[in-house]
């Protein structure tokens, strides 16, 4: 079929609207008309070059929507079935996943090849012809989706399709920071520097944790009006101005994790991050940063002596099959707030303006919402 989606061509280009083919499913794949997509920073490093991704490349990767086509072969899913995408797939089968570790799934290692899961070619190609890569192998700044079932998840018929969009990155990955890797308890000092789609949901998972002090770093007042009403107790501009606060009610005692969730993780951030947290503690590494950046700077000396730990997260830590359900069932209670996380949304061919106002600060979480004139 041709539709049309937001095609990267070069990195340091703007997003452009074009008209591509999108192939049928083949086995082990289905077709998903999509409802909404998260406009995420992380397919913003495409445009930076951050990302390494073969061009052109099809952006998007957090979506949700309904299935309008089955592949051969397909028993866990059936046309009619509401899903969220996910970012990571999860086979089931490699040794990651049948471990419990389906963040891990080796078929994430295909994640910026652009080749198909089931076939090693691509589902979707440009005007000319050209293979295009989908985002993640999703490509959700698109109305409709050719894709693994690997990489769905099925959702309930109840749950609003545009914000479940979110549970496929950003808020699985924030939450998951403060529950699942983090493991913040009843009690605990958490401190999350960068409040932004992801930043947001770790306010929101370290507070329903029970953690005493949820304290957001941003320099936005508007993401840290939306940290306060999300569950943060207290709120700080910088790493440098939250220092002495932390120190003084957590009686010299410091975080006991600290979880760095800014859109471009840079090695400067590290040490201030360590200096937040106590002995013992954690600093959780959610946000990206430029793929070829090896340098990090900490001091080796309090590393050791303070047994602190700097811990890489993707996912949250958790595995997209039962994160996403278990998430649901928060929502159901009432302590996962979704509908507040879109600050605006846009239609498709808004989309530069839409990380304009992203780099700018002016969104908590833009999204997509497609309209009947997309289909």
Not at 16 to 40: M, N, R, T
Not at 113 to 119: E, N, P, V
Not at 309 to 322: H, K, L, N
Not at 345 to 374: F, H, K, P
């Amino acid at each position: 079929m041709k539709t049309k989606g937001a095609i990267l061509r070069n990195p340091g280009e703007k997003w452009q609207i074009e008209e591509f083919e999108l192939d049928d499913p083949v086995a082990g794949e289905v077709q998903v008309k999509l409802v909404s997509s998260g406009l995420c920073h992380s397919d913003h490093h495409l445009r930076t070059g951050d990302s390494p991704a073969p061009m052109p490349v099809l952006g998007g990767h957090e979506g949700a929507g309904v299935i309008t086509k089955v592949g051969p072969g397909v028993t866990r899913l059936k046309e009619g079935d509401h899903v969220v995408t996910a970012f990571i797939p999860a086979c089931g089968v490699c040794e990651p996943c049948s471990r419990g570790d389906q963040n891990f799934c080796d078929e994430g290692a295909r994640l910026l090849s652009g080749l198909a899961i089931s076939d090693d070619t691509h589902r979707a190609h440009t005007s000319d012809g050209a293979g295009l890569t989908q985002m993640c192998l999703l490509g959700t700044f698109a109305p409709y989706i050719t894709v693994n079932e690997a990489s769905l998840v099925k959702i309930e018929d109840d749950i609003p399709l545009k914000e479940a969009a979110l549970l496929g990155c950003g808020v699985a990955t924030g939450w998951g920071s403060a529950v699942e890797i983090g493991a913040t308890h009843a009690g605990d000092v958490v401190v999350v520097v960068g409040i932004g789609g992801v930043g947001i949901n770790a306010i929101q998972g370290a507070a329903s944790a029970g953690a005493r002090i949820v304290a957001a770093v941003d320099p936005v007042p508007f993401k840290l009006q939306m940290a306060e009403k999300l569950g943060a107790t207290h709120t700080f501009s910088s790493m440098e101005e939250a220092l002495p606060v932390i120190g003084e009610i957590s009686w010299g005692k410091m975080a006991n994790t600290t979880i760095l969730t800014v859109g471009e993780i840079d090695g400067s951030m590290i040490q201030p991050a360590l200096s937040l947290t106590g002995k013992g503690g954690q600093v959780i590494v959610t946000g990206m940063g430029n793929f070829a950046d090896s340098d990090a700077q900490m001091n080796l000396f309090e590393l050791t002596l303070l047994q602190k730990r700097v811990q890489g997260a993707i996912f949250g830590g958790a595995s997209p099959r039962t994160q996403v359900p278990t998430l649901l069932h928060e929502y159901r209670a009432g302590k996962l707030n979704l509908s507040d996380l879109v600050t605006q949304t846009y239609r498709l061919d808004q989309i530069n303006e839409a990380y304009d106002d992203m780099l700018a600060g002016n969104n908590i979480r833009g999204m997509i919402v497609y309209g009947d004139d997309d289909y």
